[in-house]
């Protein structure tokens, strides 16, 4: 092609034909791939710098996958969280139910007129008081006479006299005996052992009923018994004149009235908030506040009071807070489960599990969310009651206590779901950073390389007129080469 001889005009248009050309191959290629800079050769600096920002995108673009995997494994924790928080609350809605719940079982006795002695009792045994009996008499003691002191028939003593004046040798002993406690006096010295030493070691003796005085008008050494149902016994190895023993005064048991029953029972402490008695229309009224059944010996079958052991009846326990106890066990059962359902992706967080979320690229940022010290949230940890028994939710008392741990179990799920809202709120707000800067990066990148459509799309439409207007300038400049031509024809 060489050997080929072009005129200048011709040459010229083929010129621009060429670069045109070239320019809208470049055009089309930057419409159809939308980028300015398509490779390293296109523009070195941005090239580059463009392929650091995306590259910085795309890593933290795959941060956002383990953000979104955190956010739902603790959108599941506050779920759990959540449905534990109506547990509890029901929980504390069945004690008070309990708490307020009377409808204690009931029955009336007749009392008798006659027939009882001092044997005649009122037993209540099993069910609220336990397996030992609490027993209440049924009948009242008193005396028919006011003990009388037994003195000696001697005069004159002072309490200075020694003892071997009183016929004691050194060692002999004297006692004394209230029918229960035995007091014995040894003699040490008897020549130095004063009456108002034997005196003092009788009245020395608290547990003993019985005090020895001196008469001081009289002289005379007396031994008096402290109350109506002490008999006092004198022995030993010396029998002081006057001294003799003396007996109870003679007893008789009257049948205790229907009020002073009342009280008494009320009054007991072993019984107290577990039994109690009223005055039902002239017959003994006994109220079981238990949920477990009252046995009440010394009651016959068509209930009157007859005081004998052989006699027993019985009172039903309260079957609504014994109803209410297995509701309780239902609902804790439930708090456990709750718990172990509440995960996500293999993590669960109510159990202690630990959520490490990264946050930049280079993992100088990130989050780890565990609960307090890895402790499982679960009933234990909570403090709320193993399974309770239906004599549980006997004393009001106890009903008080176990509130007052679900009330603490209740701040304590509410405090740890404010802990994890807390957490979820930093996740999101990094998640939305991280989408944010994401969105920069390449908006950074796209600036470098990516290509102004409708500039380009102006450009190629430009070069094709370009081209139009070339290809008729070398036709033109074609046709003057033939003019030649027709010349020589």
């Known amino acids: 092609m060489s050997d080929i001889s072009l005129s200048k005009a011709v040459r010229a248009n083929l010129n621009s034909l060429s670069s045109t050309a070239n320019m809208m191959a470049e055009t089309q290629n930057r419409l159809s791939t939308g980028n300015k800079v398509n490779s390293a050769l296109d523009n070195p600096s941005n090239w580059f710098t463009a392929k650091g920002l995306n590259n910085r995108a795309g890593d933290l673009n795959a ?14 924790a506050d779920n ?3 449905a534990m928080t109506k547990t509890l ?8 139910q309990a708490r307020q719940d009377k409808s204690f079982q009931t029955a009336s006795y007749t009392l008798p007129a006659t027939g009882l002695d ?11 008081v336990g397996d030992t009996a609490v027993e209440i008499n049924l009948t009242s003691q008193t005396n028919t006479a006011t003990p009388v002191s037994t003195a000696t028939t001697a005069v004159g003593y002072d309490g200075t006299e020694t003892l071997d004046t009183l016929g004691f040798a050194d060692g002999d002993e004297f006692t004394v005996s209230d029918g229960t406690e035995t007091h014995t006096f040894t003699v040490g010295t008897a020549t130095s052992d004063t009456l108002a030493d034997l005196i003092a070691g009788i009245n020395g003796e608290t547990d003993l009923d019985v005090t020895a005085s001196l008469d001081a008008d009289t002289g005379a050494f007396t031994l008096t018994a402290d109350n109506a149902d002490v008999e006092i016994a004198v022995g030993g190895d ?3 004149a006057g001294l003799a023993d003396q007996a109870v005064p003679t007893a008789i048991y009257a049948a205790k009235t229907l009020d002073a029953l009342v009280a008494e029972i009320n009054g007991n402490t072993d019984l107290k908030g577990n039994v109690r008695a009223s005055n039902d229309n002239g017959k003994l009224r006994i109220e079981n506040q238990s949920t477990q059944v009252l046995n009440v010996d010394g009651v016959t079958s068509s209930g009157a009071i007859d005081g004998s052991t052989a006699d027993s009846a019985t009172i039903a326990g309260n079957t609504v807070r014994a109803g209410l106890a297995d509701q309780f066990n239902e609902l804790r059962d439930q708090l456990d489960k709750l718990a172990d359902d509440a995960s996500f992706n293999g993590i669960n967080l109510l159990r202690g599990d630990n959520l490490a979320i990264t946050f930049n690229e280079t993992g100088t940022s990130s989050i780890d969310i565990q609960t307090e010290n890895g402790e499982t949230v679960n009933s234990a940890n909570l403090g709320v009651a193993t399974t309770i028994e239906a004599a549980d939710l006997d004393s009001d008392t106890n009903i008080d206590t176990e509130l007052g741990k679900l009330k603490s179990a209740l701040n304590e799920v509410r405090s740890q779901a404010s802990t994890f809202g807390s957490n979820l709120s930093i996740v999101q707000g990094r998640q939305d950073f991280t989408k944010s800067m994401i969105s920069t990066l390449q908006d950074g990148a796209g600036n470098l390389t990516l290509a102004d459509m409708n500039s380009e799309a102006a450009n190629l439409l430009a070069l094709q007129t370009r081209q139009s207007l070339a290809s008729n300038s070398l ?3 074609s046709q003057q080469d ?6 020589i024809r």
């Not at 941060?63 to 599941?76: R, S, V, W």
């Not at 033939?482 to 010349?487: A, C, E, F, G, K």
Request: no cysteine; charged share 10%.
């Open 89 to 96: 609350e029901s929980m504390q809605s069945t004690l008070r």
């Open 475 to 477: 036709s033109l400049a």
């Open 80 to 82: 759990g969280l959540s």
């Open 238 to 240: 010396v029998a002081l």
């Open 482 to 487: 033939q003019s030649v031509l027709q010349l």
């Open 63 to 76: 941060l956002l996958d383990g953000m979104a995997n955190g956010i739902q494994t603790l959108k599941a």
């Open 118 to 128: 001092n044997t005649s009792v009122l037993s209540f045994d099993a069910g609220a």
